[in-house]
């Protein structure tokens, strides 16, 4: 098998994942079959966990042999709406255009996953001294939600893995470093009131406006905190401030009001720290307020998501190996979230590292280069030689 017969067979098998539409409100279970049966008829066994309603699955595989110090090539299997975009061909049918091919998924980020199952024959035929692993997951883009159940899989029952590549868009530069996240909802109850007397009621409007106001000035405070070597772009913790629903007419006082809000993190900020700061301010100048109307009347604040960060480490051995097999001797942070963090805080060390622009995901029309195919492929060969050899860690000293 040449690299150019396993860039056919990766086209081949992303087009055929690309049909299956995975839009994370969707399950994603036929999928999996299909993926369980390819791997079936190359005599691999997959390993499913399900979530708790059982319409939806992560896949574990591995290829060589069941020790520890293996490494993980990592995707999701879920892919963002296409609702309301403008599409010039169906996005669930793949094709191809000027050296690109074009999909929803292609990048974000069934391609990856379809160049790791492409490997598999070549894995296959290699001696491997060490294990490979695929892991799959669900949930990824509505808040890294499978892979956690994934995680802890592996952590209590296999052999520990030595590295995660995550193979998100990275255009095949190394992401040694992400932003953390917390996700909140804020509920103001207040009191309803005919607004020609609003002495009556209490406006949740007007005391959600509080927190926002409040939120304003915290990101004021964050940005007045920054260091000037933080790697980040921002170089500091941001505040997400997207959704706000109250009242029912104009004339009267308001009684529900939701903010959605939320931070995205540097590593070094604690936000779970920030998030109590901003409850503090909630209890002690919105409530009392709404309480002197009615006991009813308050405020309530959950947590809704949280993402982990991934901690910039360039001496990690999923950065080391990167690094060796690559030759790129430098790595970089981003702003957006992967599941990366996750592995890392469960002891996996793990970098981001993958095919086609960040640029391109989410977007009508998403596209991957074929040359940017085509550089992964060498890569996993890379890959695979390496596990080859006898003691592979022992040339990442
Ligand atoms: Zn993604």
């Not at 009556?200 to 926002?212: E, F, P, T």
Request: aromatic fraction near 6%; charge should be negative.
């Amino acid at each position: 098998m040449t690299q150019n017969d396993t860039l056919k067979s990766a086209i081949t098998i992303l087009g055929e994942i690309v049909a299956f539409d995975t839009t994370s409100r969707e399950s994603n279970l036929e999928l999996i079959a299909h993926i369980q049966s390819y791997l079936h008829n190359l005599g691999i066994d997959s390993r499913i966990t399900h979530d708790s309603t059982g319409t939806k699955a992560n896949l574990w595989a591995t290829i060589g042999p069941d020790i520890p110090g293996g490494v993980v090539l990592s995707g999701h299997l879920d892919v963002v709406p296409v609702d309301g975009q403008d599409w010039s061909q169906h996005p669930f049918t793949m094709w191809q255009q000027d050296g690109k091919l074009l999909g929803r998924g292609v990048v974000d980020m069934k391609g990856f996953v379809a160049m790791a199952l492409a490997m598999v024959p070549q894995m296959l035929k290699s001696d491997l001294k060490i294990p490979i692993h695929l892991a799959f997951s669900y949930d990824e883009e509505i808040g890294c939600i499978g892979v956690r159940g994934l995680i802890a899989d592996v952590v209590k029952n296999l052999p520990m893995p030595r590295a995660v590549i995550v193979g998100e868009p990275t255009s095949m530069k190394i992401i040694g470093g992400h932003k953390g996240s917390r996700s909140l909802r804020s509920t103001v109850q207040g009191v309803p009131a005919h607004s020609s007397d609003p002495r009556l009621g209490a406006n949740s409007i007007m005391a959600a406006a509080r927190l926002v106001t409040y939120l304003e000035n915290l990101q004021q405070e964050l940005i007045s905190r920054a260091e000037s070597n933080c790697p980040f772009d921002p170089p500091y913790t941001t505040i997400d401030l997207g959704l706000i629903n109250g009242g029912t007419a104009g004339n009267i006082t308001p009684e529900f009001t939701t903010v959605d809000w939320g931070m995205r993190i540097i590593p070094t900020d604690d936000g779970e720290a920030i998030e109590h700061q901003v409850r503090n301010f909630i209890d002690e100048h919105i409530t009392p307020g709404l309480k002197k109307v009615s006991p009813d009347a308050g405020v309530t604040t959950e947590l809704t998501n949280t993402v982990t960060p991934l901690v910039p480490d360039s001496s990690s051995a999923a950065e080391q190996l990167i690094r060796h097999l690559t030759g790129l001797n430098d790595s970089s942070v981003v702003s957006f979230g992967t599941e990366a963090g996750l592995f890392q805080s469960a002891g996996i060390p793990a970098v981001v590292f993958g095919p086609g622009s960040i640029n391109q995901a989410h977007q009508p029309d998403e596209f991957i280069e074929i040359s940017q195919l085509q550089e992964c492929i060498t890569f996993l060969y890379k890959l695979t030689a390496w596990a080859e050899q006898d003691n592979p860690q022992e040339t990442l000293l």
